[in-house]
T-cell receptor, first 114, second 109 residues
């Protein structure tokens, strides 16, 4: 049981490039989330999903896209990367909604946009 | 707008003493409040959840209180150990949760 896995661990992008951050969970959780964490700041919700085929925006969705074709996978797509997207990105999952249930976090992807 | 405040400065506590961290919130009446631990370079790890109708919750050396009148939660670690050194995040919400910035705790040997 690996929990929540994220790839890559680190990435440097040039302005305008695109990339996909991968997230997979093996706990059969319905809910999955993407957060970003800037230095010294709390986690900000980017997008979340309550099940395969269903996604919704969080607090800071601009510049990102997501899809949820399977229960296990929840990739985050960055189109036209900007320096403001330099951050650490965390994927998380939970069995029920985030407020009432434990969220399990992945190890994070550290992204730098130059 | 909703706001969560945690002490931005690091908290230094002598080993063996009780560490108390504070989480205040405004413009919000959450039904649930959670505490997470985050170590450097790692994702947060869930510690405790408390509901609005619960005043206090305990788990081993951890204790959380939730005062909906004061709009405040206190997080206590008793008999603190150097291994308790980490950043502690407060999170609260109803259908979705929002996180505070966290408080860095240093337990001094």
């Amino acid at each position: 049981n690996a929990g929540v896995t994220q790839t890559p661990k680190f990435r440097i992008l040039k302005i305008g490039q695109s990339m996909t951050l991968q997230c997979t969970q093996d706990m059969n959780h319905n809910y999955m989330y993407w957060y970003r964490q800037d230095p010294g700041m709390g986690l900000k919700l980017i997008y979340y999903s309550v099940g395969a085929g269903i996604t919704d925006k969080g607090e800071v969705p601009n510049g990102y896209n997501v899809s949820r074709s399977t229960t296990e996978d929840f990739p985050l797509r960055l189109e036209l990367a900007a320096p403001s997207q330099t951050s650490v990105y965390f994927c998380a999952s939970s069995s029920r909604g985030s407020s009432t249930d434990t969220q399990y976090f992945g190890p994070g992807t550290r992204l730098t946009v130059l | 707008s909703q706001k969560i405040e945690q002490n931005s400065e690091a908290l230094n506590i002598q080993e063996g003493k009780t560490a108390t961290l504070t989480c205040n919130y405004t413009n919000y009446s959450p039904a649930y409040l959670q505490w997470y631990r985050q170590d450097p370079g790692r994702g947060p790890v869930f510690l405790l959840l408390i509901r609005e109708n619960e005043k206090e919750k305990r788990k081993e050396r951890l204790k959380v209180t939730f005062d909906t009148t004061l709009k405040q939660s206190l997080f206590h670690i008793t008999a603190s150990q150097p291994a308790d050194s980490a950043t502690y995040l407060c999170a609260l919400g109803d259908d979705k949760i929002i996180f505070g910035k966290g408080t860095r705790l240093h337990i001094l040997p």
